[in-house]
């Protein structure tokens, strides 16, 4: 069974060949209504459950759309909708859904929910989203980038703010990539020590970003975490906005990610997030090319 559930456990050279199978099916499409179905109809045929425990619009919206064009069909589920948000245990959800479906993506809170999906189903999962990591989405933003400045090999990509899920994905990216990324926020935000010896720890942002071909922040409170946190992590986060004064700092050429959704003049101001570094909205479309790759890798198709 191929499962998709993280960056780290996947094979550096299947992670590559995804990365280019997601450029050619993109180029393939290029100035091709939506709607319209791709020359090749590789899950035709095919019927994928999209399921739902948190709130979503990228990740909901690109898989739907990726599944179409490819001729599949698709069901969006979400858990409190489903009998596993009413007692029924994730094992026996995988075993029946595996009945009804050719694919399983889901988007959780508890990472354990995914794997006990993943060891119980025997359709493919796929991560969209744990409290943990965001694989598709770093697939997504290396694709981004290299289809911006050429291989990722080798360049230096900054992390500014909390050291989450978003940010675990990337540190799992950088060793299978071949990245160099550092982390910079405030202490009681490090990332988990899981990821140690991924990446490098610089306090002071304006030291961190020198030299930075990338310089990448998410959401300062995440789906996850306590609301009752936000003050507190404004507070703690604020001296790590990404801003123009910041990005004056990275290389002249640097882009500027992240992963939407954002709270603008939070984490970054709107003169970054709308300004000439910025991909944000490369990033968002290619969450579709990517999965549209990692679907077709997960089936073998
Ligand atoms: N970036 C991302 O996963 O966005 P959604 O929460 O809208 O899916
Ligand atoms: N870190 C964010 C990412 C959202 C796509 C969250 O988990 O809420």
Request: aromatic share 6%.
């Amino acid at each position: 069974m191929t499962h998709f559930l993280d960056i780290h456990t996947t094979d550096p050279a299947d992670l590559r060949a995804i990365i280019d199978t997601a450029q050619s099916i993109k180029q393939a499409r290029a100035g091709r209504p939506k709607g319209m179905p791709d020359d090749d109809q590789p899950l035709a045929g095919h019927m994928v459950a999209l399921i739902f425990e948190k709130p979503s619009t990228r990740t909901r919206v690109s898989f739907d759309v990726g599944v179409r064009q490819m001729g599949g069909q698709t069901m969006v589920l979400s858990g409190s909708d489903m009998q596993l948000g009413h007692g029924e245990t994730i094992a026996d959800t995988a075993r029946v859904l595996s009945r009804y479906v050719d694919l399983i993506m889901i988007r959780t809170f508890e990472e354990a929910t995914l794997l006990e999906m993943a060891e119980h189903a025997t359709v493919p999962v796929i991560n969209g989203l744990t409290n943990r990591t965001h694989p598709c989405q770093i697939m997504a933003d290396v694709m981004t980038f290299e289809e911006h400045r050429g291989p990722i090999k080798g360049k230096k990509v900054v992390w500014s703010g909390d050291g989450n899920n978003v940010f675990a994905s990337f540190a799992h990216a950088a060793k299978q990539f071949e990245f160099d990324l550092v982390f910079t926020g405030p202490e009681p935000l490090d990332p988990e020590r899981s990821l140690d010896g991924l990446y490098t720890t610089v306090r002071n942002p304006d030291e961190a970003v020198a030299g930075a071909d990338l310089v990448v922040t998410d959401t300062w409170v995440s789906m996850h975490d306590p609301q009752s946190a936000r003050e507190r992590r404004h507070n703690q986060l604020r001296g790590y906005q990404v801003n123009a004064d910041l990005m004056g700092k990275a290389k002249s050429d640097s882009l500027f990610m992240h992963c939407l959704p954002a709270h603008r003049d939070d984490e970054a101001t709107s003169e970054v997030m709308d300004g000439p570094h910025s991909v944000i909205f490369d990033e968002a479309e290619n969450r579709l090319h990517a999965q549209k790759a990692i679907m077709r890798w997960c089936l073998g198709l």
